[in-house]
């Protein structure tokens, strides 16, 4: 019971009813009501929830909302869950929705209706200090035919394979994009529009990832259907107020559940879990952005991930920052995989600026997931044009051990005692004034400039565990290019 009082004074510092509204007729009920909505104290709940029922027969719900927005001292998001569960989310982008049987508003999910207690969900992404005030206007439509069976659509084929490299074949480079937007969250694209662009761009896969949803999901599938080239799969950017994050390769209509607290890490560390127990990877997404809540802000949570994007759009110094970042958590042992995304909500923001690569023996969902998770991944400008070979090999220069297999970004090379590392460098198709930097420990261990078609061999005495990445970066220190780390692995001597 003590419990329970807690919850509901947390509830009512959140919100209040302060009017309510209803009225009926034959087939349509109109409830409407005013929230006062208060800022959230420091370690609470960031989300407030309307209640509302449901009828049998229902075969509409359409939802609207209105608040001061004067000078944006207020931003309030809007989602729905069902009776059952999760419904829809379109944050802030469209002050409505509806939901119905056979169709829904982009970011919402059709099908049946199930009777019983729905609920609004607010977002609060900003409250003034004094509260705002939010009309919530909610319509049930209802039709005694409606309680026949639901027609349902034949179920979207899951994208898994593509054409390109064989299955067994050996790993070739694929280069992709993993962040993007489209009109089911905060975007102008299309799913399909995207996969038509990635066509152009010379992509050979994309995720798409609308925030805290998966409305876009059947929209993956038949883009990908009617994409010649480019595998087209399905993601979500799960969306908090304390950072954001990127679950790739979700099954059909799963959905990651984004609410967690800012700074909550035990939170954050159940949805790295839930993404992992749906098959899917999961990154932290421009973990030193500048917009309101999307810098990262639940700490040692990132050991529980599996990539940080380390680049985000142009490079500037965010990016840096979240550079510096992940070369620390290679410092303390951890082996997450640094990416690079467009975060695409526009053509004005062409997808593939940066690209990520993928070394992978086929260009299917498995394949490339996997390669991701073990950090075969190394990161351009764009996709076209500048191309990296990064490796190395154990042994001294001329030596026959160094003539052996070279081992690429995400591989790991054992030495048996101190000794010596052959690394080889080729970069082509770099601007002029560019220079390439192998990187250790957080610094540059040799720096020399970038000379296409030249391949660079040399030594580097490595005395115990590390890593070794490469950057390159034009005549102004912007970067043109990055790798993943080569691991190594040093038995001391006894």
């Excluded at 967690?260 to 999961?282: K, Q, T």
């Excluded at 073990?374 to 042994?395: I, M, N, P």
């Excluded at 000379?451 to 912007?478: A, H, I, N, P, W």
């Amino acid at each position: 019971m003590e419990v329970r009082h807690r919850i509901l004074a947390l509830l009512c510092s959140v919100l209040t009813f302060t009017a309510a509204h209803a009225q009926s007729s034959k087939n349509t009920q109109t409830i409407e009501q005013v929230v006062r909505v208060l800022p959230s104290k420091a370690g609470a709940s960031r989300y407030a929830y309307v209640p509302f029922d449901v009828p049998r027969g229902a075969v509409r719900v359409r939802v609207s909302y209105e608040y001061p927005r004067a000078n944006g001292a207020n931003t309030i998001d809007l989602g729905v869950f069902d009776a059952r569960g999760f419904r829809g989310w379109s944050g802030g982008r469209r002050s409505e929705f509806f939901v119905s049987r056979e169709e829904a508003t982009p970011g919402y999910l059709a099908g049946e209706l199930p009777p019983g207690r729905w609920r609004i969900i607010l977002g609060l992404y900003m409250v003034a200090p004094a509260g705002v005030d939010v009309k919530v206007r909610i319509v049930v439509e209802t039709s005694r035919a409606a309680l026949g069976p639901v027609r349902t659509a034949a179920a979207p084929r899951r994208p898994e394979t593509h054409g390109g490299a064989a299955a067994g074949s050996a790993p070739r480079w694929f280069a992709g994009d993993l962040h993007m937007h489209t009109v089911h969250s905060d975007g102008n694209w299309t799913v399909r529009g995207l996969a038509e662009a990635a066509e152009r761009e010379g992509l050979d896969f994309i995720f798409v990832t609308d925030h805290n949803t998966a409305s876009h999901h059947a929209d993956v599938s038949a883009a990908d259907a009617a994409s010649p080239r480019t595998l087209v799969m399905r993601g979500e950017e799960v969306t908090t107020y304390g950072g954001h994050a990127n679950a790739w390769g979700l099954p059909a209509g799963a959905w990651v559940d984004f609410r967690v607290r800012p700074g909550d890490a035990a939170g954050m560390s159940r949805v790295a879990a839930r993404a992992h127990r749906l098959g899917a990877l999961i990154s932290v997404n421009h973990p030193s952005a500048l917009c309101g809540g999307c810098n990262w802000s639940y700490g040692d949570a990132i050991r529980n991930f599996d990539a940080v994007e380390v680049w985000n759009g142009e490079w500037d110094a965010t990016d840096e920052s979240a550079l510096k970042l992940w070369d620390g958590l290679l410092r303390r042992g951890l082996r997450l995989t640094a990416v690079a995304s467009s975060d695409s909500h526009r053509e004005q923001n062409p997808i593939g600026r940066p690209a990520t690569h993928v070394a992978a023996g086929e260009l299917t969902q498995a394949a490339l997931l996997n390669a991701v998770r073990r950090g075969r991944v190394y990161l351009t400008r764009e996709a076209k044009g500048l191309q990296v070979d990064f490796g190395a090999a154990a042994g001294e220069l001329g030596s026959r051990s160094s003539a052996g297999a070279r081992s690429g970004p995400g591989e790991e090379i054992r030495l048996r005692a101190p000794g010596a590392l052959v690394f080889y460098v080729n970069v082509r198709q770099a601007p002029g004034g560019a220079t390439v930097s192998l990187v250790s420990g957080g610094e540059a261990v040799r720096t020399f400039p970038a000379q296409s078609m030249l391949t660079e061999v040399f030594e580097v005495e490595c005395e115990r565990d590390g890593y070794y990445r490469l950057e390159v970066r034009d005549r102004e220190g912007k970067m043109l290019a990055l790798t993943n780390p080569v691991y190594v692995r040093v038995r001391p001597r006894r």
